[in-house]
């Protein structure tokens, strides 16, 4: 009997350690497994199902990606600088980003637009109330808004036209004593559609141009 009472505690405490053991371990889990259907229900929550899904192409949907490898690279053809303009082919344009005192004509009569690379061509002739007078040839670009000084000329010098030692494209400034070139692009050069041609920059400067839009010839 005295062993019995001793050995007693052993034989029922046994399955009771056990089973806290077990216990534990659940409990232990339990952290993870509130924090895991917390997750689920917030991601539940947050998803927004769309029941126009299946009637939207893939650019609507988010899915469509850009495969620009076949596109054509865009390249400058080369350009001629022409002989200095006559005065009388020279036309005034109505430019309000002109310096004060300063005005801006264009040689109106040999306006190029080539396109195969979209760059409109022309000699720009600035006159001052003083009396100075400068010219450029330059090209612009509709698609980027840039513009380069193939040659510079002035008729008091002998040649009167130097070209550009590294012509390069640079960005048209909306401010600055070169702004008139932005008011150029946005007013005469470039339309709704892209670069105008010749004959339609020719009427925008006259004011003899139809509204466009994009279904316009």
């Given at each position: 009997p005295a062993d019995a009472e001793l050995t007693a505690p052993a034989v029922h405490c046994a399955p009771m350690q056990f089973r806290n053991k077990r216990l534990q371990a659940v409990l232990s889990w339990l952290p993870i497994l509130a924090a895991v259907v917390f997750a689920g229900a917030s991601v539940a929550r947050d998803v927004v199902v769309d029941p126009y899904h299946d009637y939207r192409d893939e650019v609507e949907r988010g899915e469509y990606q850009y495969d620009d490898s076949n596109d054509i690279p865009w390249i400058e053809n080369e350009s001629e600088v022409l002989a200095l303009p006559k005065k009388e082919n020279l036309y005034a344009l109505n430019v309000d980003a002109l310096p004060p005192g300063f005005e801006l004509l264009i040689d109106r009569s040999r306006i190029s637009v080539d396109p195969r690379d979209r760059v409109v061509r022309v000699w720009l002739w600035l006159h001052?109330?003083?009396?100075?007078?400068?010219?450029?040839?330059?090209?612009?670009?509709?698609?980027?808004?840039?513009?380069?000084?193939?040659?510079?000329?002035?008729?008091?010098?002998?040649?009167?036209?130097?070209?550009?030692?590294?012509?390069?494209?640079?960005a048209v400034r909306e401010i600055g004593q070169t702004a008139y070139r932005a008011e150029l692009l946005s007013d005469y050069f470039c339309g709704i559609r892209g670069t105008r041609d010749a004959d339609q920059i020719r009427n925008a400067m006259t004011g003899e141009f139809q509204r466009e839009h994009f279904m316009s010839e």
């Amino acid at each position: 009997p005295a062993d019995a009472e001793l050995t007693a505690p052993a034989v029922h405490c046994a399955p009771m350690q056990f089973r806290n053991k077990r216990l534990q371990a659940v409990l232990s889990w339990l952290p993870i497994l509130a924090a895991v259907v917390f997750a689920g229900a917030s991601v539940a929550r947050d998803v927004v199902v769309d029941p126009y899904h299946d009637y939207r192409d893939e650019v609507e949907r988010g899915e469509y990606q850009y495969d620009d490898s076949n596109d054509i690279p865009w390249i400058e053809n080369e350009s001629e600088v022409l002989a200095l303009p006559k005065k009388e082919n020279l036309y005034a344009l109505n430019v309000d980003a002109l310096p004060p005192g300063f005005e801006l004509l264009i040689d109106r009569s040999r306006i190029s637009v080539d396109p195969r690379d979209r760059v409109v061509r022309v000699w720009l002739w600035l006159h001052s109330e003083a009396g100075a007078e400068s010219a450029t040839f330059e090209g612009f670009r509709c698609e980027t808004r840039e513009y380069k000084v193939y040659a510079y000329a002035n008729p008091r010098r002998d040649p009167p036209v130097s070209k550009a030692r590294r012509p390069r494209w640079l960005a048209v400034r909306e401010i600055g004593q070169t702004a008139y070139r932005a008011e150029l692009l946005s007013d005469y050069f470039c339309g709704i559609r892209g670069t105008r041609d010749a004959d339609q920059i020719r009427n925008a400067m006259t004011g003899e141009f139809q509204r466009e839009h994009f279904m316009s010839e």
